[in-house]
């Protein structure tokens, strides 16, 4: 099947309605494969509902969303949408308390196990490796052994992550990693995600504007369920209109 666009992930005039409330409006924009990008924008602008659209917990009233340029979301449930590689990390981490973070990302792996059935050891050697890989990503090696229960909110968060990527999508959808986060844990979440772009799409949706800045990458401006301005940190926050909807002055 020929892809219809270039784009990983393509929302073409979605619009989803409350009783009545638009949360989307003709929402349009496009996330070219091996991007990342920051979605900010005031409350009630839209983002969750956009990445509950891109999920499948939310089906649009109308318009289309396109991933990889050939699969339309709006049509597949839920688990359809995880199979074909779209994660996604809620703002409050889930994670297992009473397990070691080591078993953690074991766990998130294991749901991962069914699609390869290969040798049994071989596939212990190669998860050990690929646990080792992301304690690596997510700066955690030196808190393998510990029970998740006892980390920090931010090194939850970065566990989280982790199980995220123990699954490897193609495309991690990040709800306001930086929220109750310390300023040193704020940078260090920039570096990760930043490190995590390099092999993965990335969505960002942060209220955190220093975190924004940190990312270093294309902003897109929800309000009232559309685009109000795309561009990088400057050029949105200059943004006359962003100014007086969002950022204040």
């Known amino acids: ?148 229960g006892s980390l920090s909110h931010g090194q939850k968060q970065w566990l989280e992550i982790g199980m995220l990527l123990a699954q490897n999508p193609k495309l991690l959808l990040v709800d306001e990693p930086a929220a109750g986060m310390t300023d040193a844990e704020t940078r260090q979440t920039a570096d990760l995600l930043k490190a995590i772009n390099r092999e993965h799409t990335v969505v960002v949706v942060e209220h955190d504007m220093t975190f924004v800045r940190d990312l270093g990458v294309k902003v897109t401006c929800l309000h009232e369920g559309s685009v109000l301005a795309e561009g990088t940190i400057d050029q949105v926050s200059e943004n006359e209109r962003v100014v007086e909807v969002y950022l204040g002055r």
């Open 1 to 148: 099947m020929e892809p219809l666009t270039s784009a990983l992930l393509y929302l073409d005039g979605v619009t989803v309605s409350f009783d009545g409330f638009r949360a989307l409006n003709n929402l349009s924009f496009a996330i070219e494969p091996g991007e990342m990008r920051a979605i900010i924008g005031p409350n009630g602008a839209g983002k969750t509902t956009m990445m509950d659209v891109v999920t499948g917990k939310t089906r649009p009233n109308a318009g289309e969303v396109l991933f990889a340029g050939v699969h339309n979301l709006a049509k597949l449930d839920e688990a359809e949408i995880a199979e074909l590689g779209i994660g996604r990390k809620f703002q409050k981490p889930t994670v297992f308390d009473s397990h070691t973070v080591s078993d953690n990302l074991e766990l998130a792996l294991e749901a991962d196990r069914r699609v390869r059935a290969t040798l049994w050891w071989r596939r212990k050697q190669s998860e050990r490796q690929r646990i080792d890989e992301i304690l690596d990503i997510i700066r955690l090696t030196s808190v393998r052994d510990r029970v998740a």
